[in-house]
């Protein structure tokens, strides 16, 4: 949460947009249901889109386990997998990607990706070397010299939107957090008998998003109802031991927006 809110801090001197990570230790969150305004994660989330940045998440790696915080957030673009379709877009198979219903309403994923990839392996690894799609004469690895492995998880898919978000900002420089989230869910692909809670809007289509992008129209934005709510106040909250109590009192942290001045 500390690192989401440094990006946001910084993201005019860095021209910070788009920010990307994934789940990485399933057992260190609570399993508990409680509303995404009691998780520091999530609240660092909002944070950073409230100045401008797109966050896009990697839901996780397994069926076995309820996507978890902060994919709760609601403007959290969550990203889920397919895999097997590089040389066959149209063959693209569901990833065993984690997903739920969260608390607010808010389904996980909102889209799927690649989630399998190239990557250079070091000599020291332990692991096999596993074949890859890409390697071979007349792939982008033919001339490669560094062995290559191709792996999975919801931690590529998380990047490769990211991407697609970029090249969109690269034809569109004024869009929002909302507008790339629009864009990116409204021109992904369905797959064909797949339930809409595993796959949500779809896969990522980049071709389609870029020509959105460099049509779309950004709505006129006036001020509006904004969440202003103390630091301070979080932190203490978030250090509560009632777990209760410390939804409670964030709700009604959230309950009462104030209107900012024109």
């Known amino acids: 949460a500390a690192l989401i809110r440094w990006v946001a801090d910084h993201r005019d001197e860095y021209d910070v947009r788009v920010l990307v990570a994934a789940h ?3 057992g260190d969150y609570p ?15 909002e944070y950073a889109t409230s100045k401008g940045i797109l966050v896009v998440w990697g839901c996780g790696n397994s069926t076995e386990y309820r996507s978890l915080p902060p994919t709760d957030a609601p403007s959290l673009l969550s990203v889920g997998g397919v ?11 569901l990833y ?6 969260t608390v607010s309403g808010k389904r ?15 000599e020291q690894a332990q692991y096999p070397k596993r074949p890859s799609l890409f390697k071979g004469k007349g792939t982008p690895l033919e001339d490669v010299s560094i062995p290559y492995s191709f792996d999975t998880g919801t931690s590529f898919a998380g990047p490769y939107v990211a991407g697609v978000a970029a090249l969109c900002l690269e034809v569109n420089p004024k869009l929002s957090p909302a507008d790339l989230r629009t864009i990116l869910t409204e021109t992904a ?7 809409a809670h595993k796959q949500g809007a779809g896969v990522v289509n980049p071709a389609k998003a870029v020509e959105r992008a460099r049509k779309y129209v950004v709505p006129e934005r006036k001020p509006g109802m904004v969440k202003k709510v103390d630091d301070s106040q979080i932190a203490a909250h978030l250090q509560s031991d009632d777990a209760a109590g410390r939804s409670a ?9 104030k209107r900012e001045k024109e």
């Open 31 to 45: 399993k508990r249901l409680a509303p995404w305004q009691s998780h520091a994660e999530a609240l660092a989330v």
């Open 83 to 93: 895999v097997g379709g590089w040389q066959h877009p149209r063959k693209w198979e």
């Open 249 to 257: 009192a964030l709700l009604q942290l959230f309950s009462q927006p």
């Open 108 to 122: 996980v994923p909102d889209l799927l990706a690649p989630a399998d990839a190239p990557g250079p392996i070091p």
């Open 96 to 101: 065993h990607h984690s997903m739920n219903l």
């Open 189 to 195: 692909d369905l797959l064909p008998n797949v339930p």
């Open 24 to 26: 990485f230790q399933i």
